[in-house]
Protein backbone atom coordinates (compact mmCIF):
# COMPACT_ATOMS: atom_id res chain seq x y z
CA UNK A 1 0.00 0.00 0.00
CA UNK A 2 1.27 3.49 -0.92
CA UNK A 3 -0.29 5.93 1.18
CA UNK A 4 1.02 9.12 1.24
CA UNK A 5 2.26 10.90 4.36
CA UNK A 6 2.43 14.49 5.83
CA UNK A 7 4.83 14.66 8.57
CA UNK A 8 3.11 17.16 10.12
CA UNK A 9 1.11 16.90 14.00
CA UNK A 10 -2.92 16.77 14.65
CA UNK A 11 -3.43 19.59 16.97
CA UNK A 12 -4.72 18.43 20.15
CA UNK A 13 -7.31 21.42 20.12
CA UNK A 14 -8.39 22.20 16.28
CA UNK A 15 -7.84 25.83 15.19
CA UNK A 16 -11.84 26.62 15.00
CA UNK A 17 -13.40 30.14 15.14
CA UNK A 18 -16.44 30.63 17.46
CA UNK A 19 -19.12 30.59 14.63
CA UNK A 20 -16.98 26.95 13.19
CA UNK A 21 -18.07 25.45 16.90
CA UNK A 22 -21.41 26.67 16.45
CA UNK A 23 -22.12 25.17 13.71
CA UNK A 24 -20.66 22.34 14.29
CA UNK A 25 -22.54 21.96 17.73
CA UNK A 26 -25.99 22.30 15.80
CA UNK A 27 -25.29 20.45 13.06
CA UNK A 28 -22.34 17.45 12.95
CA UNK A 29 -21.78 16.47 16.82
CA UNK A 30 -23.15 13.34 18.05
CA UNK A 31 -26.14 14.35 20.74
CA UNK A 32 -27.47 12.63 23.83
CA UNK A 33 -31.52 12.17 24.01
CA UNK A 34 -31.79 16.17 25.42
CA UNK A 35 -29.89 16.86 22.05
CA UNK A 36 -26.62 17.89 23.58
CA UNK A 37 -23.35 16.99 21.83
CA UNK A 38 -21.42 14.34 23.58
CA UNK A 39 -18.48 14.68 21.53
CA UNK A 40 -15.97 17.61 20.76
CA UNK A 41 -14.88 18.55 16.95
CA UNK A 42 -11.85 16.94 17.66
CA UNK A 43 -13.40 13.71 18.47
CA UNK A 44 -15.46 14.33 15.52
CA UNK A 45 -12.91 14.24 13.11
CA UNK A 46 -11.28 11.12 14.95
CA UNK A 47 -14.57 9.36 14.27
CA UNK A 48 -14.87 10.05 10.66
CA UNK A 49 -11.27 9.07 9.81
CA UNK A 50 -10.94 5.89 11.67
CA UNK A 51 -14.83 4.81 9.91
CA UNK A 52 -13.08 5.80 6.51
CA UNK A 53 -10.04 4.40 7.07
CA UNK A 54 -11.54 0.95 7.67
CA UNK A 55 -12.14 0.60 3.64
CA UNK A 56 -8.32 -0.37 3.77
CA UNK A 57 -8.65 -3.22 4.79
CA UNK A 58 -10.04 -4.51 1.78
CA UNK A 59 -6.71 -3.95 0.09
CA UNK A 60 -3.91 -3.87 2.54
CA UNK A 61 -3.46 -4.91 6.34
CA UNK A 62 -4.17 -3.50 9.77
CA UNK A 63 -1.39 -1.11 9.59
CA UNK A 64 -2.72 0.46 6.26
CA UNK A 65 -5.93 0.79 8.12
CA UNK A 66 -3.86 2.76 11.55
CA UNK A 67 -1.49 4.71 8.70
CA UNK A 68 -4.78 5.74 6.64
CA UNK A 69 -6.42 6.56 10.06
CA UNK A 70 -3.56 9.36 11.16
CA UNK A 71 -3.67 10.54 8.21
CA UNK A 72 -7.02 11.39 7.09
CA UNK A 73 -7.49 13.05 10.78
CA UNK A 74 -4.44 14.87 10.00
CA UNK A 75 -5.60 16.85 7.33
CA UNK A 76 -9.32 17.03 8.54
CA UNK A 77 -7.65 18.21 11.87
CA UNK A 78 -5.43 20.67 10.54
CA UNK A 79 -8.37 22.12 8.00
CA UNK A 80 -6.52 21.00 5.41
CA UNK A 81 -9.13 18.91 3.42
CA UNK A 82 -12.20 18.72 4.31
CA UNK A 83 -15.53 16.60 2.70
CA UNK A 84 -18.91 17.05 2.53
CA UNK A 85 -21.59 17.28 5.56
CA UNK A 86 -22.74 14.32 5.15
CA UNK A 87 -19.65 12.25 5.82
CA UNK A 88 -18.65 14.70 8.70
CA UNK A 89 -22.52 13.93 9.81
CA UNK A 90 -22.72 10.23 9.27
CA UNK A 91 -19.67 8.58 9.37
CA UNK A 92 -19.09 5.71 11.76
CA UNK A 93 -23.05 6.87 13.20
CA UNK A 94 -26.19 4.56 12.52
CA UNK A 95 -26.83 6.15 9.00
CA UNK A 96 -23.50 5.89 7.38
CA UNK A 97 -24.60 7.52 4.35
CA UNK A 98 -21.68 9.84 2.97
CA UNK A 99 -22.78 11.13 -0.24
CA UNK A 100 -23.93 14.86 -0.90
CA UNK A 101 -24.98 14.90 -4.33
CA UNK A 102 -28.07 12.31 -5.86
CA UNK A 103 -29.85 12.56 -9.10
CA UNK A 104 -33.28 10.97 -9.60
CA UNK A 105 -34.74 9.92 -12.99
CA UNK A 106 -38.66 11.17 -13.38
CA UNK A 107 -40.63 9.16 -16.07
CA UNK A 108 -43.64 10.52 -17.98
CA UNK A 109 -45.36 8.19 -15.59
CA UNK A 110 -47.45 8.41 -12.60
CA UNK A 111 -46.33 5.78 -9.98
CA UNK A 112 -42.93 6.04 -11.74
CA UNK A 113 -43.32 9.89 -10.59
CA UNK A 114 -44.29 9.45 -6.52
CA UNK A 115 -41.61 6.42 -6.88
CA UNK A 116 -39.31 9.30 -7.00
CA UNK A 117 -40.86 11.58 -4.64
CA UNK A 118 -40.83 8.37 -1.69
CA UNK A 119 -37.18 7.73 -3.11
CA UNK A 120 -36.35 11.82 -3.03
CA UNK A 121 -37.40 11.64 0.71
CA UNK A 122 -35.36 8.78 1.88
CA UNK A 123 -32.29 10.39 0.41
CA UNK A 124 -33.19 13.63 2.07
CA UNK A 125 -33.73 12.21 5.26
CA UNK A 126 -29.71 10.96 5.28
CA UNK A 127 -28.47 13.96 4.28
CA UNK A 128 -28.55 14.08 0.62
CA UNK A 129 -29.47 16.59 -2.41
CA UNK A 130 -31.20 15.62 -5.16
CA UNK A 131 -31.51 16.50 -8.48
CA UNK A 132 -34.58 16.10 -11.08
CA UNK A 133 -35.06 16.68 -14.74
CA UNK A 134 -38.40 17.07 -15.54
CA UNK A 135 -38.46 17.27 -19.28
CA UNK A 136 -40.18 14.14 -19.63
CA UNK A 137 -43.22 14.70 -18.35
CA UNK A 138 -45.83 15.76 -21.01
CA UNK A 139 -46.74 19.39 -20.89
CA UNK A 140 -49.92 20.41 -19.39
CA UNK A 141 -52.93 20.08 -21.30
CA UNK A 142 -51.54 17.14 -23.11
CA UNK A 143 -54.35 15.05 -23.64
CA UNK A 144 -53.33 11.41 -21.63
CA UNK A 145 -55.01 8.38 -23.54
CA UNK A 146 -55.13 6.23 -21.03
CA UNK A 147 -57.72 8.02 -18.99
CA UNK A 148 -58.92 10.66 -22.00
CA UNK A 149 -57.41 13.58 -19.64
CA UNK A 150 -55.33 16.76 -19.78
CA UNK A 151 -51.86 16.22 -18.25
CA UNK A 152 -51.29 18.63 -15.25
CA UNK A 153 -47.31 19.50 -16.86
CA UNK A 154 -44.47 19.29 -14.75
CA UNK A 155 -44.57 22.21 -12.54
CA UNK A 156 -47.87 20.65 -11.06
CA UNK A 157 -45.46 17.40 -10.28
CA UNK A 158 -42.42 19.69 -8.80
CA UNK A 159 -45.03 21.48 -6.19
CA UNK A 160 -45.69 17.59 -4.83
CA UNK A 161 -41.56 17.07 -4.39
CA UNK A 162 -41.60 20.66 -3.53
CA UNK A 163 -43.44 19.88 0.16
CA UNK A 164 -42.58 16.23 0.46
CA UNK A 165 -38.83 18.04 1.00
CA UNK A 166 -39.75 20.55 3.51
CA UNK A 167 -41.85 17.94 5.74
CA UNK A 168 -38.39 16.17 5.49
CA UNK A 169 -35.71 17.19 8.19
CA UNK A 170 -32.48 15.55 6.92
CA UNK A 171 -30.93 12.82 9.95
CA UNK A 172 -32.10 16.11 12.19
CA UNK A 173 -29.52 18.32 10.52
CA UNK A 174 -31.04 20.76 7.80
CA UNK A 175 -33.93 21.13 5.38
CA UNK A 176 -33.36 18.91 2.41
CA UNK A 177 -32.38 21.04 -0.95
CA UNK A 178 -33.56 20.30 -5.04
CA UNK A 179 -32.53 20.88 -8.53
CA UNK A 180 -35.08 21.01 -11.14
CA UNK A 181 -33.66 20.81 -14.40
CA UNK A 182 -35.94 21.32 -17.79
CA UNK A 183 -34.87 21.43 -21.31
CA UNK A 184 -35.25 24.82 -23.59
CA UNK A 185 -37.31 22.48 -26.06
CA UNK A 186 -39.79 21.56 -23.97
CA UNK A 187 -43.26 23.29 -24.53
CA UNK A 188 -43.63 24.52 -20.46
CA UNK A 189 -40.31 26.26 -20.61
CA UNK A 190 -41.17 29.75 -20.31
CA UNK A 191 -43.76 28.39 -17.35
CA UNK A 192 -40.51 27.21 -15.89
CA UNK A 193 -38.79 29.50 -16.15
CA UNK A 194 -41.04 32.09 -14.19
CA UNK A 195 -42.11 29.28 -11.78
CA UNK A 196 -40.47 31.30 -8.69
CA UNK A 197 -41.90 34.69 -9.66
CA UNK A 198 -43.34 34.88 -5.94
CA UNK A 199 -40.76 34.48 -3.30
CA UNK A 200 -41.71 31.23 -1.15
CA UNK A 201 -43.26 29.32 -4.46
CA UNK A 202 -40.69 25.55 -4.89
CA UNK A 203 -38.75 27.31 -2.57
CA UNK A 204 -36.45 23.81 -1.68
CA UNK A 205 -35.54 23.95 -5.51
CA UNK A 206 -33.18 25.58 -7.37
CA UNK A 207 -34.06 25.69 -11.03
CA UNK A 208 -32.26 25.74 -14.31
CA UNK A 209 -33.08 25.43 -18.06
CA UNK A 210 -31.10 22.88 -19.58
CA UNK A 211 -29.89 24.82 -22.92
CA UNK A 212 -28.53 22.77 -25.94
CA UNK A 213 -26.45 23.83 -28.75
CA UNK A 214 -28.95 24.56 -31.41
CA UNK A 215 -30.62 26.81 -28.88
CA UNK A 216 -28.37 29.20 -28.06
CA UNK A 217 -27.31 29.72 -31.97
CA UNK A 218 -30.81 30.47 -32.20
CA UNK A 219 -30.88 32.67 -30.00
CA UNK A 220 -27.55 34.40 -31.19
CA UNK A 221 -28.54 34.51 -34.61
CA UNK A 222 -32.55 35.72 -33.95
CA UNK A 223 -34.11 32.11 -35.75
CA UNK A 224 -37.36 30.40 -34.80
CA UNK A 225 -36.90 27.36 -32.22
CA UNK A 226 -39.25 24.41 -32.14
CA UNK A 227 -40.62 23.12 -28.87
CA UNK A 228 -41.21 19.61 -28.64
CA UNK A 229 -43.67 17.05 -26.74
CA UNK A 230 -41.56 14.88 -24.56
CA UNK A 231 -44.09 12.34 -25.43
CA UNK A 232 -43.69 11.14 -28.92
CA UNK A 233 -41.16 14.14 -29.98
CA UNK A 234 -43.95 16.25 -32.03
CA UNK A 235 -43.48 19.96 -32.77
CA UNK A 236 -45.89 21.93 -30.35
CA UNK A 237 -44.96 25.59 -30.77
CA UNK A 238 -42.40 27.52 -32.95
CA UNK A 239 -41.49 30.51 -31.06
CA UNK A 240 -38.57 33.06 -31.21
CA UNK A 241 -35.59 31.44 -29.02
CA UNK A 242 -35.12 34.91 -27.97
CA UNK A 243 -38.46 35.50 -26.43
CA UNK A 244 -37.40 31.42 -24.34
CA UNK A 245 -34.08 33.57 -23.53
CA UNK A 246 -35.67 37.06 -22.39
CA UNK A 247 -37.73 34.92 -20.27
CA UNK A 248 -35.33 33.25 -18.65
CA UNK A 249 -33.39 36.31 -17.76
CA UNK A 250 -35.93 38.44 -16.76
CA UNK A 251 -37.00 35.95 -13.84
CA UNK A 252 -33.25 35.02 -13.01
CA UNK A 253 -32.95 39.21 -12.63
CA UNK A 254 -36.01 39.20 -10.90
CA UNK A 255 -35.18 36.40 -8.21
CA UNK A 256 -32.00 34.46 -9.31
CA UNK A 257 -33.55 31.54 -10.97
CA UNK A 258 -33.71 30.20 -13.35
CA UNK A 259 -29.83 29.40 -13.84
CA UNK A 260 -28.56 27.53 -16.82
CA UNK A 261 -27.24 24.19 -17.76
CA UNK A 262 -25.28 23.54 -21.19
CA UNK A 263 -26.56 20.24 -21.91
CA UNK A 264 -24.13 19.88 -25.00
CA UNK A 265 -21.11 20.95 -22.82
CA UNK A 266 -21.79 18.19 -20.19
CA UNK A 267 -22.14 15.29 -21.92
CA UNK A 268 -19.21 16.10 -24.24
CA UNK A 269 -17.53 14.89 -20.87
CA UNK A 270 -19.87 12.34 -19.81
CA UNK A 271 -17.26 9.70 -19.23
CA UNK A 272 -19.49 6.92 -19.37
CA UNK A 273 -21.90 7.43 -22.29
CA UNK A 274 -22.77 4.27 -23.40
CA UNK A 275 -24.58 4.15 -20.01
CA UNK A 276 -27.00 7.10 -21.42
CA UNK A 277 -26.87 10.75 -21.59
CA UNK A 278 -26.91 13.22 -18.46
CA UNK A 279 -29.55 14.99 -18.49
CA UNK A 280 -29.48 16.70 -14.46
CA UNK A 281 -27.28 17.94 -11.67
CA UNK A 282 -26.89 18.24 -7.87
CA UNK A 283 -29.03 20.97 -6.24
CA UNK A 284 -26.12 23.51 -6.54
CA UNK A 285 -24.68 22.26 -10.16
CA UNK A 286 -21.25 21.26 -9.58
CA UNK A 287 -21.94 17.44 -9.87
CA UNK A 288 -23.85 16.21 -13.49
CA UNK A 289 -24.85 12.99 -13.20
CA UNK A 290 -26.75 9.43 -14.50
CA UNK A 291 -30.17 8.73 -13.15
CA UNK A 292 -29.68 6.85 -9.53
CA UNK A 293 -25.81 8.21 -9.47
CA UNK A 294 -24.19 9.74 -6.09
CA UNK A 295 -21.10 11.47 -5.57
CA UNK A 296 -18.75 12.25 -3.07
CA UNK A 297 -17.31 15.42 -2.53
CA UNK A 298 -14.49 16.93 -0.97
CA UNK A 299 -12.55 19.88 -0.79
CA UNK A 300 -9.21 21.25 -0.28
CA UNK A 301 -8.41 24.41 2.02
CA UNK A 302 -6.09 26.41 -0.53
CA UNK A 303 -5.79 29.01 2.25
CA UNK A 304 -3.90 26.58 4.08
CA UNK A 305 -1.15 25.88 1.15
CA UNK A 306 0.50 29.26 0.93
CA UNK A 307 3.74 29.62 2.91
CA UNK A 308 6.64 32.14 2.30
CA UNK A 309 4.49 34.10 -0.18
CA UNK A 310 4.01 31.43 -2.18
CA UNK A 311 2.58 28.41 -2.59
CA UNK A 312 3.58 24.62 -1.06
CA UNK A 313 3.28 22.53 -4.20
CA UNK A 314 4.92 19.58 -1.95
CA UNK A 315 2.12 20.02 0.29
CA UNK A 316 -0.58 20.47 -1.59
CA UNK A 317 0.13 17.19 -3.70
CA UNK A 318 0.50 15.18 -0.48
CA UNK A 319 -3.25 16.47 0.22
CA UNK A 320 -4.93 15.90 -3.02
CA UNK A 321 -3.06 12.19 -3.08
CA UNK A 322 -5.11 12.01 0.45
CA UNK A 323 -8.09 13.23 -0.22
CA UNK A 324 -8.77 11.36 -3.26
CA UNK A 325 -7.49 8.21 -1.97
CA UNK A 326 -10.33 9.22 1.17
CA UNK A 327 -12.95 10.41 -0.96
CA UNK A 328 -12.26 6.42 -2.91
CA UNK A 329 -12.73 4.77 0.54
CA UNK A 330 -15.81 6.60 1.29
CA UNK A 331 -17.34 4.84 -1.93
CA UNK A 332 -16.72 1.67 0.01
CA UNK A 333 -17.90 2.80 3.47
CA UNK A 334 -21.05 4.48 2.42
CA UNK A 335 -24.38 3.15 2.98
CA UNK A 336 -26.35 4.40 0.02
CA UNK A 337 -30.45 4.56 0.21
CA UNK A 338 -31.27 2.45 -2.96
CA UNK A 339 -29.77 -0.87 -4.39
CA UNK A 340 -30.03 1.00 -7.52
CA UNK A 341 -28.09 3.57 -6.49
CA UNK A 342 -25.47 1.56 -5.03
CA UNK A 343 -25.14 -0.21 -8.02
CA UNK A 344 -24.60 2.98 -10.47
CA UNK A 345 -21.90 4.90 -7.97
CA UNK A 346 -19.99 1.50 -7.65
CA UNK A 347 -19.99 1.28 -11.03
CA UNK A 348 -18.00 4.51 -11.79
CA UNK A 349 -16.99 5.23 -8.56
CA UNK A 350 -17.26 9.13 -9.40
CA UNK A 351 -15.62 11.64 -6.91
CA UNK A 352 -15.02 15.00 -6.72
CA UNK A 353 -12.49 16.88 -5.41
CA UNK A 354 -12.55 20.66 -5.17
CA UNK A 355 -10.78 23.52 -3.79
CA UNK A 356 -11.89 26.78 -0.83
CA UNK A 357 -10.05 29.46 0.01
CA UNK A 358 -9.24 30.61 -3.29
CA UNK A 359 -9.79 34.01 -2.67
CA UNK A 360 -8.16 33.69 0.52
CA UNK A 361 -5.29 32.23 -1.47
CA UNK A 362 -5.07 35.45 -3.83
CA UNK A 363 -5.09 37.78 -0.84
CA UNK A 364 -2.37 36.06 0.93
CA UNK A 365 -0.19 36.16 -2.95
CA UNK A 366 -0.99 39.84 -2.84
CA UNK A 367 -2.96 39.19 -6.21
CA UNK A 368 -6.80 40.87 -6.70
CA UNK A 369 -9.38 38.67 -8.16
CA UNK A 370 -10.75 40.91 -10.53
CA UNK A 371 -6.54 40.58 -12.55
CA UNK A 372 -5.02 38.83 -15.04
CA UNK A 373 -2.57 37.20 -12.39
CA UNK A 374 -5.97 35.89 -10.69
CA UNK A 375 -7.00 33.86 -13.51
CA UNK A 376 -3.17 33.06 -14.12
CA UNK A 377 -3.05 31.40 -10.54
CA UNK A 378 -6.80 29.58 -11.17
CA UNK A 379 -5.10 27.83 -14.30
CA UNK A 380 -2.50 27.05 -12.53
CA UNK A 381 -3.34 25.66 -9.12
CA UNK A 382 -6.04 23.57 -10.41
CA UNK A 383 -4.48 22.29 -13.12
CA UNK A 384 -2.00 20.80 -10.46
CA UNK A 385 -5.06 19.68 -8.25
CA UNK A 386 -6.30 17.72 -11.53
CA UNK A 387 -3.07 16.39 -12.37
CA UNK A 388 -2.85 15.38 -8.82
CA UNK A 389 -6.37 14.03 -8.19
CA UNK A 390 -5.56 11.87 -12.09
CA UNK A 391 -2.51 10.19 -10.90
CA UNK A 392 -3.72 9.43 -7.47
CA UNK A 393 -6.67 7.78 -9.20
CA UNK A 394 -4.58 5.89 -11.84
CA UNK A 395 -2.61 4.79 -8.84
CA UNK A 396 -5.57 3.33 -7.12
CA UNK A 397 -6.65 1.65 -10.55
CA UNK A 398 -3.26 -0.40 -10.45
CA UNK A 399 -3.79 -1.19 -6.89
CA UNK A 400 -7.68 -1.49 -6.80
CA UNK A 401 -8.72 -2.34 -9.90
CA UNK A 402 -10.17 0.68 -12.19
CA UNK A 403 -14.05 1.28 -11.86
CA UNK A 404 -15.88 -1.23 -13.14
CA UNK A 405 -17.87 -0.03 -15.83
CA UNK A 406 -14.19 1.47 -17.78
CA UNK A 407 -15.49 -0.65 -20.96
CA UNK A 408 -17.07 1.73 -23.30
CA UNK A 409 -16.19 4.75 -21.26
CA UNK A 410 -13.87 7.49 -22.86
CA UNK A 411 -11.47 6.08 -20.84
CA UNK A 412 -11.09 2.45 -22.79
CA UNK A 413 -8.36 2.86 -25.36
CA UNK A 414 -5.16 1.94 -25.31
CA UNK A 415 -3.05 5.59 -25.19
CA UNK A 416 -5.60 6.78 -21.59
CA UNK A 417 -4.55 5.94 -18.14
CA UNK A 418 -7.25 3.78 -16.33
CA UNK A 419 -9.02 5.38 -13.69
CA UNK A 420 -10.41 3.97 -10.74
CA UNK A 421 -12.96 6.36 -10.58
CA UNK A 422 -15.01 7.87 -13.92
CA UNK A 423 -14.46 11.54 -12.63
CA UNK A 424 -12.17 12.85 -10.14
CA UNK A 425 -12.36 16.98 -9.93
CA UNK A 426 -15.20 19.47 -8.76
CA UNK A 427 -15.96 22.47 -7.39
CA UNK A 428 -18.56 22.42 -4.81
CA UNK A 429 -19.77 26.40 -3.13
CA UNK A 430 -18.45 24.78 -0.27
CA UNK A 431 -21.17 26.77 2.01
CA UNK A 432 -20.88 25.31 5.25
CA UNK A 433 -17.58 23.82 5.17
CA UNK A 434 -16.11 27.33 4.48
CA UNK A 435 -16.82 28.53 7.66
CA UNK A 436 -15.72 25.40 9.68
CA UNK A 437 -12.75 25.96 7.84
CA UNK A 438 -12.50 29.36 8.62
CA UNK A 439 -11.83 30.19 4.76
CA UNK A 440 -13.67 31.91 1.74
CA UNK A 441 -16.35 30.03 0.07
CA UNK A 442 -15.30 27.87 -2.88
CA UNK A 443 -13.62 29.95 -5.49
CA UNK A 444 -16.07 32.87 -4.61
CA UNK A 445 -14.60 36.22 -3.73
CA UNK A 446 -15.40 37.67 -0.44
CA UNK A 447 -18.62 38.83 -0.04
CA UNK A 448 -18.32 41.63 2.13
CA UNK A 449 -15.32 42.53 4.84
CA UNK A 450 -18.18 42.18 7.34
CA UNK A 451 -21.40 40.18 7.14
CA UNK A 452 -24.25 38.05 8.76
CA UNK A 453 -24.51 34.46 7.74
CA UNK A 454 -28.25 33.76 7.85
CA UNK A 455 -28.19 29.69 9.01
CA UNK A 456 -29.18 27.30 11.10
CA UNK A 457 -32.82 27.75 11.60
CA UNK A 458 -33.07 31.29 11.78
CA UNK A 459 -29.24 31.51 13.24
CA UNK A 460 -27.31 35.07 12.42
CA UNK A 461 -23.23 34.45 12.41
CA UNK A 462 -21.66 37.61 12.70
CA UNK A 463 -18.61 37.55 10.99
CA UNK A 464 -15.45 39.97 10.61
CA UNK A 465 -12.85 38.74 7.21
CA UNK A 466 -9.78 37.62 9.11
CA UNK A 467 -7.27 38.64 6.37
CA UNK A 468 -8.50 42.15 6.65
CA UNK A 469 -8.16 42.55 10.14
CA UNK A 470 -5.37 40.99 10.55
CA UNK A 471 -3.42 43.31 7.37
CA UNK A 472 -5.01 46.44 9.14
CA UNK A 473 -3.35 45.52 12.13
CA UNK A 474 -0.26 44.96 10.50
CA UNK A 475 -0.50 48.11 8.23
CA UNK A 476 -1.81 50.32 12.01
CA UNK A 477 -5.21 51.95 10.42
CA UNK A 478 -7.23 49.28 12.56
CA UNK A 479 -9.31 51.40 14.84
CA UNK A 480 -12.76 50.58 16.78
CA UNK A 481 -14.60 52.68 14.15
CA UNK A 482 -13.49 51.15 10.93
CA UNK A 483 -15.81 49.01 10.17
CA UNK A 484 -18.37 51.61 10.64
CA UNK A 485 -16.63 53.67 8.30
CA UNK A 486 -16.62 51.10 5.77
CA UNK A 487 -19.58 50.30 6.03
CA UNK A 488 -20.85 54.01 5.33
CA UNK A 489 -18.81 54.10 1.94
CA UNK A 490 -19.96 52.82 -1.26
CA UNK A 491 -16.10 50.99 -1.52
CA UNK A 492 -13.49 50.14 0.06
CA UNK A 493 -11.29 52.84 -1.45
CA UNK A 494 -13.29 55.29 -0.83
CA UNK A 495 -12.37 54.89 3.09
CA UNK A 496 -9.52 57.76 3.38
CA UNK A 497 -7.66 55.18 6.47
CA UNK A 498 -7.77 52.25 4.21
CA UNK A 499 -4.29 52.29 1.88
CA UNK A 500 -4.94 52.11 -1.78
CA UNK A 501 -3.48 48.77 -2.69
CA UNK A 502 -5.47 47.27 0.56
CA UNK A 503 -8.18 48.23 -0.94
CA UNK A 504 -7.78 47.13 -4.27
CA UNK A 505 -6.32 43.49 -2.52
CA UNK A 506 -9.75 43.23 -0.66
CA UNK A 507 -12.34 44.03 -3.71
CA UNK A 508 -15.72 42.57 -2.41
CA UNK A 509 -18.24 39.83 -4.83
CA UNK A 510 -19.91 43.09 -5.71
CA UNK A 511 -17.70 45.71 -6.78
CA UNK A 512 -16.05 42.76 -9.06
CA UNK A 513 -17.18 43.01 -12.62
CA UNK A 514 -19.62 40.07 -13.98
CA UNK A 515 -16.56 39.52 -16.65
CA UNK A 516 -14.31 38.57 -13.78
CA UNK A 517 -16.57 36.38 -12.03
CA UNK A 518 -17.44 34.25 -15.30
CA UNK A 519 -13.46 34.25 -16.39
CA UNK A 520 -12.46 32.62 -12.85
CA UNK A 521 -15.46 30.11 -13.53
CA UNK A 522 -14.21 29.45 -17.09
CA UNK A 523 -10.82 29.16 -15.52
CA UNK A 524 -11.32 26.37 -12.90
CA UNK A 525 -13.47 24.55 -15.79
CA UNK A 526 -10.98 23.59 -17.97
CA UNK A 527 -9.23 21.29 -14.90
CA UNK A 528 -12.45 20.22 -13.83
CA UNK A 529 -14.16 16.84 -15.14
CA UNK A 530 -17.28 17.35 -13.34
CA UNK A 531 -18.27 20.88 -13.35
CA UNK A 532 -17.91 24.29 -11.14
CA UNK A 533 -20.66 26.19 -8.89
CA UNK A 534 -20.00 29.90 -9.00
CA UNK A 535 -22.67 32.74 -8.15
CA UNK A 536 -22.22 35.71 -10.28
CA UNK A 537 -22.88 38.42 -8.20
CA UNK A 538 -24.45 41.17 -9.38
CA UNK A 539 -25.67 44.71 -7.75
CA UNK A 540 -29.18 46.18 -6.80
CA UNK A 541 -29.22 48.02 -9.93
CA UNK A 542 -27.87 45.74 -12.42
CA UNK A 543 -29.80 45.54 -16.02
CA UNK A 544 -31.73 42.49 -17.54
CA UNK A 545 -29.26 42.78 -20.09
CA UNK A 546 -26.52 42.29 -17.69
CA UNK A 547 -27.94 38.77 -16.96
CA UNK A 548 -28.17 37.95 -20.53
CA UNK A 549 -24.30 38.88 -21.11
CA UNK A 550 -23.27 36.70 -17.88
CA UNK A 551 -25.51 33.49 -19.60
CA UNK A 552 -23.95 34.07 -23.45
CA UNK A 553 -20.79 34.61 -21.78
CA UNK A 554 -20.37 31.27 -20.10
CA UNK A 555 -21.92 29.37 -22.80
CA UNK A 556 -18.66 31.19 -25.01
CA UNK A 557 -15.90 30.63 -22.16
CA UNK A 558 -16.71 26.88 -21.92
CA UNK A 559 -18.74 27.07 -18.75
CA UNK A 560 -21.37 23.80 -17.42
CA UNK A 561 -23.95 26.19 -15.94
CA UNK A 562 -24.51 29.66 -14.66
CA UNK A 563 -25.96 31.21 -11.71
CA UNK A 564 -26.12 34.93 -10.93
CA UNK A 565 -27.55 36.77 -7.94
CA UNK A 566 -28.60 40.21 -7.79
CA UNK A 567 -28.38 41.65 -4.52
CA UNK A 568 -31.66 42.42 -2.81
CA UNK A 569 -33.51 40.85 -5.46
CA UNK A 570 -34.83 38.31 -2.74
CA UNK A 571 -36.23 39.12 0.86
CA UNK A 572 -34.45 35.86 2.03
CA UNK A 573 -30.60 35.32 0.76
CA UNK A 574 -28.39 33.39 2.54
CA UNK A 575 -25.54 36.41 3.28
CA UNK A 576 -25.75 39.90 4.22
CA UNK A 577 -23.43 42.99 4.28
CA UNK A 578 -24.42 43.48 8.24
CA UNK A 579 -22.87 46.62 8.47
CA UNK A 580 -25.04 48.16 6.03
CA UNK A 581 -26.63 51.13 7.06
CA UNK A 582 -30.66 51.14 6.93
CA UNK A 583 -30.94 47.28 6.26
CA UNK A 584 -32.80 44.84 7.54
CA UNK A 585 -32.81 41.50 5.87
CA UNK A 586 -34.48 37.78 6.86
CA UNK A 587 -33.24 34.77 5.83
CA UNK A 588 -35.00 31.37 5.04
CA UNK A 589 -33.09 28.65 6.83
CA UNK A 590 -32.58 25.58 5.11
CA UNK A 591 -32.90 24.84 1.11
CA UNK A 592 -30.08 26.43 -0.75
CA UNK A 593 -31.85 29.44 -2.24
CA UNK A 594 -29.44 31.17 -4.97
CA UNK A 595 -27.42 33.56 -3.44
CA UNK A 596 -23.82 33.38 -2.25
CA UNK A 597 -22.46 30.14 -1.70
CA UNK A 598 -25.02 28.28 -0.11
CA UNK A 599 -25.12 25.63 2.82
CA UNK A 600 -25.52 22.57 0.80
CA UNK A 601 -21.72 20.82 1.10
Same mark, same amino acid.
Given at each position: ??????? +????????????????????????????????????????? +?????????????????????????????????????????????????????????????????????????????????????????????????????????????????????????????????????????????????????????LENFNISIACTRPFMEAVRDGRQFDLLNPHGGRVMARVPARQI??????????????????????????PTPRLGPIECTNPCGEQPLLPYEACNLGSVNLNKVVRGGGIDWDHLRLIVRL???????????????????????????????????????????GVPYDSRKALDAADEVMGFVRAEADAASADLATERGPFPNLVGSIYDRPESPAYRNACRTTVAPTGTLSILAGCSSGIEPIFALALERHVLDGARLFEVNPLFEEVARQRGFWTPHLLD?????????????????????????????????????????????????????????????????????????GCKGITVFRDRSRTHQVLVRSLEPGREVESAPGACNRGEACART
Open positions: MNIPIIH +AEIPARVDLSENARLVLARRYLKKDDRGEPIEAPEDMFRRV +AANIAQAELQWGTAGDVHAAEEQFNGIMSRLEFLPNSPTLMNAGRRLQQLAACFVLPVPDDIEAIFDAIKYAAIIHKSGGGTGFSFSRIRPAGDLVESSSGRASGPISFMKVFNYATGAISQGGFRRGANMGVLRCDHPDVERFARAKTEEGQWETMTLQAHGTGDPGAIFLDRINADNAVRFLDDCIQQSRYPLPQINDIVHGNRKIGLGVMGFADMLIRLDIAAAPSLAQVKAVPPDVARLFVTAHEIEAKWHVQVQAAFQKHVDNAVSKTVNLPFDAAVEDVSEVYQMACQT
